[in-house]
């Protein structure tokens, strides 16, 4: 009987056709073979050859009622992109001194924990508003070993380490695009480290590495997140440049006189057997008008590599120029990830790195230089939960303002992360 | 039975293996000439013998016949297969007996397709392309049923199998795509690009965002080594490797290429560019152009004789129907053969001897014979209303449009 009815809806209810033509991508390989979605590390698998993503057009015929569907989905996609996007992410981090020469700072543990809130909505075409709202309590290593390095990065968005629960705004900006998404905007209340020195396995410290210097290159000199405008334009190649302002107290007020500013070209390539590797080269002004930190200049290169399909090397360095120095600093960082380390645990992350940094004499700083290795192992749970012990080395800390340097500092971590 | 199986050895000694070879008739089979009538309820067999049309098999009303093709099969029976675009369907006629042994539903708005034997279908299979819906239906010719349709197309135009009919190279028309389908496992393995069209386009995007001319045909070498790609909004001609499937090179020709033609004896491919009205010639072993000559219309046609010493090539222009005539011997334009005024060429078939071509004039429902010595052209009228593709069993070289 269906047979029967599928017959007479073809011979006597042919569905109408509409023709479309789309522009849709293709990954072509050097010997001509295509697909329609990037082969694994955009490699060929004929010929092992790196494919080139370009554009095609393909005519597609759609009956009557499947184009109206697609018009349907279309509108219920574009209705669904104005509406507000909520996601959640809590971390908790237990850090606990296992060694030091230090009697005061011996076997301490410390607690901290945040949890960030993230709202993403749509409000027309090619824009983008962003709001990031933070909640944290509890206080880190830092609070009692003074450095320069900072061993637990998540607690730096406390404006002063030694207040412990509070809940506010990160980041509230608006995203501009344009060209196809090859030029940006945005403006607004920013973190500029997330479109500055940005490095594919050293810059998060909630999923990678905890230290500060391994997360960011601590001479770029930042303020903390304030209102600010960037500018990016990506080329689409594999290259791409962005400008940042952002007020230099991270006030508001005064946002364009002697503003912190920052300049950044990156190039994307792929080496060898097309594993891909960045390089982002910057150069910031610290314009502040009042201070100790004012018409500091900085420079600084970021860097990561793959080398196989597990392993990726980064590297970071940099260098401040200050206006009255004793001593310019420079920093440097090198380090790896490696993914699926335990051939059982596919998407586990192990990661080691190394920094120094040889600090500026000033107030508080009396050691040479700081140097510190991190090794972590995180551990895929769930598409949701990740747990991470941490294992962090400061072979001489330089001290700060809240103290005195120390030698020898062995913390072991526990970093948990929930994300919704 | 035992003439085929003789085929097979000479074929395979002379590595250069061909089961279009294989299909080569018997002399009786070879002397009759089928039309597909897009507007009668029949498909007509010529006697060219006598050039009479000699048989009427009878289609349903509103067939449009489109293509047809003709086989031998295991028993000795001479077949027929003919696309039906009007009703979706395919028509498997014994012609002996002049009647449809079977017909079959398949996708919407067939029209070419392309029969093999392969080690899979040992009684033959047809590769149906359902133009409209982006389809490909495969036939077992020996039980006449559809055993898979493949999707995944865009406007699937040409069909054409390897020599052992191990794999079929699909030609996109709505797409700048060559496709490869696996025989055994009767599924995409492979797909070609074949130009850079984004960067083509952006000449004229209102051009190109409003209609795709991409892959009419791949034309196999008689080799079966290499595979030609015209590319008609490339401008390009792609050169396919078919042990590898990869692109060799790409050769620049005219504008809006129409497909490749190869001379039967592998020397050259004949690629009308309809856009700039000439004809390119490329040289087949050196895969590179060897010449252009001028043509005039539109080309919807190429068919070589006298072994490819001498190509015709069938134009339309606004008000007269011509064909241009090739010497490749001396690579020169030896003129054209005027058919009428007002009058629509649209296929042809050449005779297995490779001395007469018989063309398709759809406007006065006429075939007309050329001898490839004399030029002289002889015409059968009346032969059904717009005849459009026809087909002489053992011509290696039918074609439609």
Redesign the interface.
Known sequence: MKKKVAELERVTFPPEKSEQIKKVAEYVCPLGHTTSSPPERFICPQDNLKVKERMTLIKVKLDRREEIGEKISGMLEEEFQKRVNVAIAGTGIVQHIASSLESTTKKQTFGQGSIDLYLLSRPMNNMLFFTNIESQGGQGPDSSIANQSILNNDTTSLPAVTQTDQARLREAWIQKSFSSQKFQFIIGKIDLTNYFDRNRVANDENSQFITGSLVNNPLIGNPSNGPGIIFLYDTRRGSSMGIGLQSADSSGVNVTEEPFSIAEFSLRFRVLEGQLGNIHLWGARNGRTVGENRDDYSAGVSLDQELGSKLIIFGRAGRAVRKNPVRDPHAWSVGLQIRNFITERRRDKLGLAYSHFLTPIGTGLSGEAENTSELYYSIFLSDHLTLSPIGQVMFHSAGSSLGSPQSNLFILGLRTQVTF | MRKIRLIIAGCLLMGASSIRAEMQPSQEASQRLFVANRDSNYVSVIDLKTMQLSKKIGLEPLSSAHMTMAWTDNNGRQKLLVSLTG??EVAIVDVEKGIIEAKL?VG?SPEHFAIQKSKEFPDYVAYVANI???SISVIDLGKNVEVKRMSGF??PHGVTFNSDGSKAYIA??????VDIVDSAKCEIV?????G????V?LKNPQR?????K?IVNVTLTPDGRTAYAADG?SNLV?V?DTE?D??LKTIPVGENPWRAYSSPDGKWMLVPNNGDETVSVIDSKKHSARTTFPAGGVVTGINFVLGGKKAYALATTANEALIHVYDLENMKEKGTISIGKNLRLETASTSVDGKTIYVASSVDNSIYAVDALTDKITKVSNVGVTPWGTTIEGDMASYCH
């Open positions: 009703r979706n539903p919407r409209e819906d982006g865009h406007e996109n028309l709505g797409a700048h795509r492979k797909q070609l690009s074949t850079d069209i984004d960067q386009a190109y965002l409003s209609e795709i991409g909004d792609t396919i590898k990869a692109v």
